[in-house]
């Protein structure tokens, strides 16, 4: 409103600060909605490349792809997945940003990508709360894989259930007969003795190798040469049970070090495609893009 002073000077009276430009530059249901569609995309991403998978999955085929292939196809999926649905999710939130006229061009750019960023960060802590479910079961997983190799020791201590010792099959092949003696005490010394055994190299140490030889011997009938060939292929399988724990446990254990340095370097170039991609969705929304001319304005 204009109005006229006795000296002719105008003076003009301008109304309140509208409440848009007193709010936070931070547009919070924009970058809710872009956290959304972010989560949406990778979940139809990673259900599309599931079912793809499964689909090479024949239980009555020959040996397929080698493994090292299938990780290498399998993270190059999920690398594409979580960086093209952190950039969809980003340019959602940019185009929808309402934008505060008070900032240069530049300033408004680093405001949008700053709530690309938000959404990255947003749609994370979404996946991580997701996922820490798998991730914990994948980590019990290998701690049990480690402790294969000794659990035998601790299970017979107290005198658990057979089931629960992984060298009980070994062991009852110790005393198979035709007409066996009860085998019962001599079963639980020989698995302490295997149990100790596993707690250090997997080598029997030889008065023990001879005492089984003579317990075999007493219990199956077998003769001394018969009872030794016995007990050495005993050992010889209850070692290479304890290897293959041994060489899982350092598999699980590198597959976890590179998934994790795989997701951290895929989430940090996320974190760059969804600031980028905010950017040019506020570049578009200032310029009043349609679709049709996305493609046309890269």
């Known amino acids: ?159 658990e259930a057979d089931m629960a010792d992984p060298n009980a099959y070994f062991i009852d092949t110790l005393f198979r007969a035709n007409n066996p003696v009860d085998p019962g005490v001599a079963r639980d010394e020989a698995g302490r003795i295997f149990a100790q055994a596993a707690l250090g190299d997997g080598t029997l140490a030889a008065e023990d190798r001879t005492y089984l030889a003579n317990v075999v011997t007493a219990n199956t009938g077998l003769t001394p040469d018969e009872a030794q060939a016995r007990v050495d292929q005993v050992a010889a399988n209850v070692e290479a049970a304890r290897q293959e724990a041994i060489e899982a446990a350092r598999i699980a254990r590198n597959t976890a070090i590179i998934a994790a340095f795989l997701l951290a370097a895929s989430s940090l170039i996320s974190a760059i495609g969804a600031y980028w991609a905010a950017q040019k969705g506020g570049n578009h929304r200032d310029h009043n893009s349609v679709f049709s001319d996305v493609f046309r304005r890269f």
């Open 1 to 159: 409103m204009t109005i006229e002073s006795p000296s002719g000077i105008a003076v003009v009276e301008t109304g309140p600060v509208s409440g848009r430009e007193d709010a936070s530059y931070v547009d919070w249901p924009a970058i809710f909605a872009g956290i959304v569609f972010a989560s949406a995309v990778s979940l139809v991403l990673i259900s599309f490349g599931s079912a793809i998978g499964l689909n090479f999955v024949d239980f009555n085929a020959r040996d397929g792809a080698p493994t090292v292939l299938i990780g290498i196809a399998a993270a190059s999926w999920f690398l594409w997945v979580q960086i093209s649905s952190f950039m969809a999710g980003g340019y959602l939130t940019g185009r929808l940003r309402r934008r505060h006229f008070d900032a240069s061009e530049d300033e408004s750019d680093m405001r949008d990508g700053a709530h690309g960023l938000l959404v990255w960060g947003g749609a994370l802590i979404v996946g991580a709360v997701l996922a820490v479910g798998g991730i914990g079961a994948f980590a019990n997983a290998a701690g049990n894989a480690a402790a294969t190799a000794t659990i035998a020791a601790s299970n017979m201590a107290e005198g």
